[in-house]
């Protein structure tokens, strides 16, 4: 009777396991676009000043079919205008407004919008007052002179702005002040300006140079408990991640503690910042500019421009994909911390090597996938000595039964007394209970750290392996519920197993039955079910992480047929142990007839 309560109890547990889980990675894990495009009922929400849900997904951007629509008549409107200098570089292509003198349109040119090969590319900047508007600018403020607005037309010369070629942007106010805007491109996502005052007025004037990079969180990727998308920056001695967009909304302006070495707002992938000039002192914050329209400022302190002088201050602008290498390339140049934009977590000791180490099996075999399977051999390769110790450990475990069984039974009503002696016994034969569980624990932050570098790295962004997987950051695509694709409907996320999740529940099904049988029986019912719990709890994760671990699972079974070769007795008694419990399941149930 107590053995049915206790499994009806385990069959309530895994229930709640599999639909809880559901619950919270609806909450917690980013969906892909294409995803949420077709069921957005269950992605994270965020709500607009008129009211209007805002869908998030896992890399940001417009969801609604008629924003976008409205998007792309904007763009098609706008950026036609002859007031503008072209942008043309090797990552960055665009277009400057010389109304306002904004960088207010970017895309990204080796990078598509989806995982579809005709997609054009990832749209980073779009003008003020456009659906997706997201755009920087330069200029001063000043009290009793007469400086630039953001209706002031500039005038430019040279461009279009490429490597090698900048491009000037001049305006007079008609008072003596002369100001100008010099910038500069190179081939990654770095925009330099350099902003001047010369003063020919006849007195010295005050003012104070600014960068500000303002966007709607309309567009902004989902923000989770692992992955920040939001307003971030350098603030006295490393990144801080603990500002969201709701902070700004709620109180209007947030101002970090600390020196502000750079700033701007990051999704999962992409990053907009400005890096005021070294050495120098800046106001920074982050303000709201009502609804959901943010902004983050870089005012210098002011300086007096003498009669007859001319001051400048130069502020960089990184708009592009949070790369890495290009990142650690700019920090190792002297922006501070700027590989930490990637937000990395309490793991990056972990997930940096790891980044590390699948880029390198990458440029040698061409394709993640199979990275990611090389990866995994390394992994197990380097644990197979502690995965030699745990045999070990269990064939000592095994011999030395007899002895804890004797102990038992002759310390059956004194449970601390038996502990003390089971303990004694394993320090006397020098058996470590424990060591069995030491692969497990070891391969959880590696485990994790894989999870992390799939879910940020660019590099794994709608990168394919084969047949059906396009996208290794991503769920597997395919559900056999809905014949994969055949039928018109979407599974619910609890349900969506797709065939990498069912290889994932074999290949741990198969592992488990190697392992001695379990002597409580609903102990062993629980691992009984316990694969095809993990099937569906996994489903939802990147197609790239379930790789791994059915790699991992493969390599466990023939770790562990290679071990029991060499540990007989562990086979033996295996065996023995799985036809005493078939003989005792087969007499309950002939006493239960």
């Known amino acids: 009777m107590d053995n049915q309560r206790n499994l009806l109890l385990a069959v309530v547990l895994c229930g709640l396991l599999l639909f809880g889980w559901d619950f919270a990675m609806q909450r917690i894990y980013p969906q892909p676009v294409e995803e949420v495009r077709r069921d957005t009922a269950t992605a994270p929400v965020a709500t607009t000043a008129d009211g209007k849900k805002v869908v ?121 002040q002369v100001f100008t805007i010099e910038l500069s491109i190179d081939s990654e996502y770095m925009i330099t300006a350099k902003q001047t005052v010369a003063n020919a007025s006849g007195r010295p004037v005050v003012v104070r140079p600014f960068a500000t990079v303002s966007r709607t969180s309309a567009t902004a990727s989902a923000s989770t408990f692992t992955l920040h998308s939001g307003p971030i920056g350098y603030f006295g001695d490393g990144v801080d991640f603990g500002t969201d967009y709701d902070d700004v909304a709620e109180t209007g302006r947030v101002t970090p503690e600390g020196r502000a070495r750079w700033l701007g707002f990051t999704d999962i992938y992409w990053l907009s910042a400005i890096i005021p000039q070294s050495r120098t002192r800046v106001d920074a914050d982050f303000r709201s500019m009502g609804g959901d329209l943010v902004r983050a400022d870089a005012i210098y302190d002011p ?11 130069t502020t960089q602008l990184f708009a592009g994909a949070k790369d890495a290498d290009v990142l650690g390339g700019y920090e190792a140049a002297g922006v501070p911390g700027f590989q930490n934009a990637i937000d990395w977590g309490w793991f990056g000791v972990i997930e940096k090597p790891i980044h590390w180490l699948l880029a390198k099996l990458y440029d040698l075999v061409g394709n993640f996938g199979l990275a990611i399977i090389l990866l995994t051999f390394v992994v197990r390769g ?74 940020i790295s660019i590099d794994m962004r709608h990168k394919p392996f084969a047949l059906w997987i396009n996208d290794l950051s991503a769920p597997d695509p395919l559900h056999i519920l809905n014949l994969f694709g055949l039928l018109p409907f979407t599974p619910p996320s609890f349900l969506a197993i797709g065939p990498l999740a069912v290889l994932l529940g074999i290949s741990m099904w198969l592992t488990f039955r190697l392992n001695p ?35 991992s699972n493969l390599l466990t079974l023939a770790q562990q047929s290679y071990l029991y070769s060499k540990h007989p007795q562990l086979r033996a008694q295996a065996i023995k142990d799985k036809e005493d419990k078939e003989r005792a399941a087969a007499g309950e149930a002939k006493a239960a007839k």
């Not at 300086?303 to 201050?313: A, D, E, H, L």
């Not at 062993?524 to 790239?544: D, E, H, S």
Request: charged share 20%.
């Open 517 to 551: 049988p379990a002597s409580d029986p609903i102990q062993a019912k629980m691992f009984a079910i316990m694969p095809w719990i993990l099937m569906f709890v996994m489903a939802p994760f990147a197609a790239g992480l379930l790789i791994y671990w059915i790699t």
């Open 56 to 176: 998030r997904t896992r890399e940001g951007g417009l969801t609604d079919p008629a924003m976008v629509a409205l998007e792309k008549r904007d763009l098609a409107t706008v950026l036609k205008s002859p007031e503008r200098v072209r942008i043309d570089a090797p990552e960055l292509a665009g277009s400057i407004d010389l109304v306002g003198a904004r960088i207010d349109d970017l895309t990204l040119k080796t990078h598509r919008e989806t995982v579809d090969k005709s997609s054009g590319p990832v749209r980073l900047f779009s003008p003020a007052g456009t659906p997706a508007q997201h755009f920087a600018q330069f200029g001063w403020v000043g009290e009793g002179v007469k400086v630039p607005t953001a209706q002031t037309v500039w005038q430019a010369t040279g461009g279009p702005l490429a490597p090698g070629t900048p491009v000037t942007l001049r305006w007079a106010n008609g008072s003596g």
């Open 303 to 313: 300086v007096t421009v003498p009669n007859g002088r001319q001051i400048s201050r």
């Open 382 to 455: 380097a644990m197979f000595p502690i995965a030699q110790k745990q045999f070990a450990s269990m064939a000592a475990m095994r011999a030395i039964q007899p002895k804890m069984k004797a102990l038992q039974d002759r310390y059956k009503d004194d449970r601390q007394k038996q502990q003390q002696e089971i303990m004694a016994l394993y320090k006397s034969e020098g058996v470590n209970p424990l060591a069995g569980c030491l692969p497990i624990l070891l391969q959880i932050p590696i485990f994790f750290g894989l999870y992390k570098v799939l879910m």
